[in-house]
T-cell receptor, first 110, second 115 residues
Framework: GQQLNQSPQSMFIQEGEDVSMNCTSSSIFNTWLWYKQDPGEGPVLLIALYKAGELTSNGRLTAQFGITRKDSFLNISASIPSDVGIYFCAGLQGAQKLVFGQGTRLTINP | DTEVTQTPKHLVMGMTNKKSLKCEQHMGHRAMYWYKQKAKKPPELMFVYSYEKLSINESVPSRFSPECPNSSLLNLHLHALQPEDSALYLC??????????????FGPGTRLTVL
């Protein structure tokens, strides 16, 4: 099935650093979603983006819906230990089908 | 209540067993989903129910049988599974599968092990 290209696959950073990750696709999506997943838990929705060019913030998180509708990025500012986890981008095809990126595993050194 | 709940949290079953996974939401959502997630991989869509009717089946083997008894409940019946079916099974719900603004909210998952 279709997949999104998410990068980087993993990040090792120091506490307090900023983080940036992105997703690209060959297809257009109407909605981009960013999720965080902790081990053994379900993904938790962080940010939803609905319009091309839209820039949305949720606390220290900022995400943008690319103008071409084929990409999105997520930034985390001033990382803290609880930011550790796997971050997934997902594009919504139509109204029902979510296509996920492969995930970015974030590790933070205190 | 903005929560999707799933039971059981963990399930171990033999290849000849019949078991069921349950999912419940009380957000008034009319679309519910089953996903399968293998280790270090993203979730993969299995089924979509919209207004209690099956709208998407992603070519899932018949040993997985979904059921939507009402708009709040979603079951996944398991029979004659294989060890490779061991995975985290995630349930999700969204407001309305016919809307474009349709973010999905996930439950905590059921960790299934098939022996």
């Amino acid at each position: 099935g279709q997949q999104l290209n998410q990068s980087p696959q993993s990040m090792f950073i120091q506490e307090g650093e900023d983080v940036s990750m992105n997703c690209t696709s060959s297809s257009i999506f109407n909605t981009w979603l960013w999720y965080k997943q902790d081990p053994g838990e379900g993904p938790v929705l962080l940010i939803a983006l609905y319009k091309a060019g839209e820039l949305t913030s949720n606390g220290r998180l900022t995400a943008q819906f690319g103008i071409t509708r084929k990409d999105s990025f997520l930034n985390i500012s001033a990382s803290i230990p609880s930011d550790v986890g796997i971050y997934f981008c997902a594009g919504l095809q139509g109204a029902q089908k979510l296509v996920f990126g492969q995930g970015t595993r974030l590790t933070i050194n205190p | 209540d903005t929560e999707v709940t799933q039971t059981p949290k963990h399930l171990v079953m033999g290849m000849t067993n019949k078991k069921s996974l349950k999912c419940e939401q009380h957000m008034g959502h009319r679309a519910m989903y089953w996903y399968k997630q293998k280790a270090k991989k993203p979730p993969e869509l299995m089924f979509v129910y919209s207004y209690e009717k099956l709208s998407i089946n992603e070519s899932v083997p018949s040993r997985f049988s979904p059921e939507c008894p009402n708009s709040s409940l979603l079951n996944l019946h398991l029979h004659a599974l294989q060890p490779e079916d061991s995975a985290l099974y995630l349930c999700a719900s969204s407001q309305d599968a016919s809307l474009s603004y349709n973010e999905q909210f996930f439950g905590p998952g059921t960790r299934l092990t098939v022996l």
